[in-house]
């Protein structure tokens, strides 16, 4: 590959360009490492954990199509490796993960993705700070198909360089203000009219009422140069309220309006959110979402797009915990209603501190779309997840 040429002797100005390309982070970080002292007493300077994830899987509906379908079995095979420098100031993450996707009888679906990070908060001093992330992953090519289908899913690289300034201010008030660079880069040819450079400048306050209620303002300012579509700028202006209104108990309400400049037009939106999580009993679990937006695009379609969540975790004993998951997906764009409805149920069960087996049912449907669109498929897996 690129990345392992350019440490052998016969690296070539190919290869850095490709790297600087593409890990712009790796040299960034090691480069601001290799000025930094060892780690601090009693740590080992790297940490580094194997993991390995097996799942295999039955699908009714490989393809998700509408029209027919065919059943399969496949096996997700994801061996990685974590690691963290610990230097005194600045402590390194990075992970990599390798998935296949091997398929009995349809081969061609069969792929290969890479999931790899670095990333590190550098604290140049109390209030200021430097963070730089760079991740290389798999991101679906279709909302409206599975996530995690192989053929719907391709490659992107996100890398970011963010400057920021944090202070409390008093016993109450705390501010954050800073700027991001970021640049986005695909793999597939069907979505390199998404790449992008970006500028954000963004500032949040936080004020507590009381020890348990939170309420907080942000705005931030973005624009985005693209390789092939028209660029935009963003004002995002956003309010909201966070609190615990017990010891079991916590919530988040935020509501913001976006203004947006693409094309010399400027479009308006909102979006809203509310989130809470429960806590009945120490073996319950309960977490739910409703979010809402609602903007125009770029020809002024108003669109509208809105999903309900609902995640039950239940623990019966330590080493088990059974996982109830529904989503319910609607957009509404140019007269076409796509409404999706994902059902999850689970089950899991620790072996040992290093292994963990799961099962469970997936179920997801898309209706309410044009009729030749409407499609569902039914999955069962069975796996073993293992971090040394």
């Not at 009993?281 to 669109?303: C, M, N, Q, V």
Request: aromatic share 14%; hydrophobic share 35%.
């Amino acid at each position: 590959s690129p990345l392992w040429r350019c440490w052998i002797p016969s690296c070539n100005f190919y290869s850095v360009k490709i790297i600087m390309k593409y890990y712009p982070a790796i040299f960034i970080i090691l480069l601001l490492a290799s000025t930094l002292p060892s780690p601090g007493s009693g740590r080992d300077l790297v940490d580094l954990k194997p993991h390995l994830e097996l799942t295999g899987y039955y699908d009714d509906n490989v393809d998700f199509s509408p029209q027919s379908s065919s059943s399969d079995i496949s096996l997700q095979m994801s061996p990685g490796i974590a690691a963290r420098l610990n230097l005194r100031r600045m402590p390194i993450e990075a992970d990599y993960t390798y998935t296949r996707y091997q398929y009995l009888k349809r081969s061609d679906l069969t792929r290969d993705f890479h999931d790899a990070y670095i990333r590190t908060t550098i604290p140049f001093a109390k209030t200021f700070f430097l963070r730089i992330h760079d991740r290389y992953n798999t991101v679906p090519l279709d909302v409206n198909q599975p996530v995690d289908q192989p053929s719907n899913l391709t490659q992107k690289n996100s890398f970011s360089v963010m400057p920021f300034w944090e202070k409390q201010l008093n016993s109450k008030n705390k501010l954050k203000a800073g700027y991001e660079y970021d640049r986005v880069d695909y793999t597939s040819s069907g979505l390199t009219g998404d790449d992008y450079n970006g500028h954000r400048f963004f500032i949040r306050w936080d004020g507590d009422l009381d020890r348990a209620l939170v309420i907080y303002q942000k705005d931030q300012y973005r624009m985005k140069y693209f390789s092939v579509a028209p660029d935009y700028t963003q004002f995002l202006p956003e309010a909201g309220i966070t609190g615990r209104l017990s010891r079991r108990l916590k919530f988040n309400i935020s509501g913001g309006y976006s203004f947006d400049e693409t094309g010399g037009e400027r479009d308006t939106g909102y979006v809203y959110a509310i989130e809470g999580d429960w806590f009945p009993t120490s073996k319950i679990d309960l977490a739910a979402i409703f979010r809402r937006e609602r903007t125009t695009d770029i020809e002024g379609e108003p669109y509208t797009e809105q999903y309900y969540q609902l995640e039950l975790k239940y623990r019966p004993t330590k080493r088990i915990a059974l996982l109830s998951h529904i989503r319910y997906y609607d957009n509404n764009y140019q007269d076409a209603d796509n409404r999706r409805i994902n059902f999850k149920l689970g089950a899991t069960y620790r072996l040992n501190k290093w292994i963990l087996i799961k099962g469970g049912y997936i179920r997801i449907e898309n209706v309410d779309m044009p009729a030749a669109e409407s499609a569902e498929a039914n999955r069962a897996y069975l796996g073993v997840d293992i971090v040394i």
